[in-house]
């Protein structure tokens, strides 16, 4: 039987055991999917601190996302849905990174241990894989949200709770989520209005599971 726990990322608890879904709807995790859907060569998580080391290594890499320090021009799309979806990535090597997710994905990955659990990205996007993957399997599921630099955003709570609701069987009211999305989407972010369609007019387009882990380089890879 498979037990599911819900947890904020700023009011994470010391220890992640089980499985772990990392929720940020308007961005990483959905992000995770649009990219891997193009096919990549590799994906890999970075920051400011070791991306002149993954660009030793991953020769020829391309950067995309957004830095508060680095300048916009470094990077070739933006972590905006709609730049994710048209920017080319097939066969390419590619590294990520953002202001919020990348570095949630990071701690749950450092606190997470590797022989207990996955770790895997979560969004509107994916949510029906995600429910069917883990409603086979037993043990628990932690659903972290990552809300916006410890703000307790409407798009990630709503999304962990549907996923949670998938994961157990339980019936919900797509409309009336996607309702209070728009809403809180529209009056939170600003920008994001340009993005609202990606982010709530295709529920479980993409048939993936993202899984982190740690690769032979030691940076987080996204498969």
Same mark, same amino acid.
């Given at each position: 039987?498979?037990?599911?726990?819900?947890?904020?990322?700023?009011? +994470?608890?010391?220890?992640?055991?089980?499985?772990?879904?990392?929720?940020?709807?308007?961005?990483?995790?959905?992000?995770?999917?649009?990219?891997?859907?193009?096919?990549?060569?590799?994906?890999?998580?970075?920051?400011?601190?070791?991306?002149?080391?993954?660009?030793?290594?991953?020769?020829?890499?391309?950067?995309?996302?957004? @830095?508060?320090?680095?300048?916009?021009?470094?990077?070739?799309?933006?972590?905006?849905?709609?730049?994710?979806?048209?920017?080319?990535?097939?066969?390419?090597?590619? +590294?990520?990174?953002?202001?919020?997710?990348?570095?949630?994905?990071?701690?749950?990955?450092?606190?997470?241990?590797?022989?207990?659990?996955?770790?895997?990205?979560? @969004?509107?996007?994916?949510?029906?894989?995600?429910?069917?993957?883990?409603?086979?399997?037993?043990?628990?599921?932690?659903?972290?949200?990552?809300?916006?630099?410890?703000?307790?955003?409407?798009?990630?709570?709503?999304?962990?709770?549907?996923?949670?609701?998938?994961?157990?069987?339980?019936?919900?009211?797509?409309?009336?989520?996607?309702?209070?999305?728009?809403?809180?989407?529209?009056?939170?972010?600003?920008?994001?209005?340009?993005?609202?369609?990606?982010?709530?007019?295709?529920?479980?387009?993409?048939?993936?599971?993202?899984?982190?882990?740690?690769?032979?380089?030691?940076?987080?890879?996204?498969?």
């Amino acid at each position: 039987m498979v037990e599911v726990k819900k947890f904020w990322f700023h009011k +994470l608890p010391g220890k992640l055991k089980g499985d772990v879904v990392i929720v940020d709807a308007c961005a990483a995790s959905a992000n995770m999917c649009i990219l891997l859907s193009k096919r990549p060569q590799c994906l890999i998580v970075v920051n400011e601190r070791n991306l002149e080391k993954a660009e030793n290594i991953y020769k020829s890499a391309i950067l995309v996302g957004e @830095s508060e320090r680095l300048p916009s021009h470094r990077f070739v799309a933006s972590n905006n849905l709609d730049d994710m979806r048209k920017v080319k990535v097939r066969d390419k090597k590619v +590294l990520w990174m953002s202001i919020n997710g990348s570095r949630v994905v990071e701690k749950v990955v450092e606190m997470k241990n590797k022989k207990e659990g996955e770790a895997v990205a979560g @969004s509107f996007s994916n949510m029906q894989a995600i429910s069917s993957y883990f409603s086979r399997k037993r043990g628990r599921v932690n659903i972290v949200m990552a809300g916006d630099r410890g703000v307790e955003v409407e798009e990630d709570k709503i999304c962990g709770e549907i996923i949670e609701r998938m994961i157990l069987g339980l019936s919900f009211d797509w409309e009336q989520a996607r309702e209070k999305i728009k809403k809180f989407v529209k009056r939170y972010y600003g920008v994001w209005r340009r993005n609202l369609k990606f982010l709530v007019d295709y529920p479980n387009e993409f048939d993936v599971v993202p899984k982190f882990f740690i690769n032979k380089s030691g940076f987080i890879e996204v498969k």
